[in-house]
């Protein structure tokens, strides 16, 4: 792989937690594509996303991210249950954005015309104005993707962002991560979920007891998967 197609390398990834290795040295290089990471429920795919985001700290490893334009790059992440604060959909965009070092310094009126055009981008310019708690789950991670787009990373991880909803708003949220995927920003996306995986990714990740049992392109791995973890799950032997 060339250094220019690299997203990130990671090297020798360990987490323990409460007496449990939920990593147990995970070492590839995954590519500047749409990846998803597949595997069954305790494989360490939630972990490994917040190991990468930064949120969790290591027990051994690097996570080394690739420069983009010669800059380190920024990492937003969305889970799979969007905390809102008690305030307005909009107020919410613009609280992540005055939280941002990219972002915290500008006027008022640039904020709210940033967190409009996030909103708008997700369908939710209309609902700028209403409390995010009383939202629908979907458009509760609508706001979330928003939130996280608005900030304009080079990196999204995406942790099961469709898990809780219903199919129309899982249908909606899949269509946001296609855009901002067109938009130029790369996508990590851990996903039960494996029509959405099938539809979405370019390169598959699949993990089984803290480890990466295969790794392939998406056509590849759906089709003739070449671990017998991988094909068990396929199959739906693995929860």
């Keep these: ?18 007496g449990h290795r ?21 494989a360490g795919k939630s972990v490994l996303l917040r190991v990468m985001h930064g949120l969790l700290k290591p027990s051994a490893g690097v996570v080394a991210w ?9 990492v937003a992440m969305v889970f799979q249950r969007p905390v809102l604060l008690r305030r307005s959909v909009e107020d919410n965009v613009i609280y992540a954005l005055r939280q941002s070092a990219r ?31 009383v939202l ?5 991670q609508r706001v979330a993707l928003a939130r996280a787009w608005s900030l304009e990373p080079d990196v999204l ?13 899982t249908r909606a949220v899949e269509g946001i991560i296609h855009e901002i995927a067109a938009s130029g920003v790369a996508i ?19 993990m089984d007891r803290g480890r990466i049992a295969e790794e392939s392109v998406a056509p590849q791995f759906f089709s003739a998967p070449a671990s017998e973890p991988a094909r068990a799950y396929l199959e739906g032997d693995l929860a």
């Design 103 to 133: 972002h915290r310094h500008e006027p008022a009126a640039r904020l709210r015309d940033r967190a409009q055009l996030a909103l708008a981008g997700v369908g939710l310019a209309h609902l700028s104005g209403r409390p995010g708690r």
């Design 22 to 42: 939920a990593l147990d040295g995970i070492d590839t290089v995954l590519p500047r594509k749409r990846v998803a990471i597949l595997g069954p429920n305790g």
């Design 157 to 169: 991880l995406l942790d099961e962002p469709t898990a809780s909803l219903d199919p129309g708003a």
């Design 136 to 140: 629908s789950g979907g458009e509760q």
């Design 188 to 206: 990590v996306l851990v996903t039960h979920h494996r029509g959405i995986a099938k539809r979405f990714a370019e390169h598959i990740v699949f």
């Design 66 to 74: 690739a420069h983009v334009n010669t800059h380190a790059p920024r």
């Design 1 to 18: 792989m060339a250094e220019s197609d690299e997203l990130v390398r990671l090297i020798g990834l360990q987490f323990e937690g409460r």
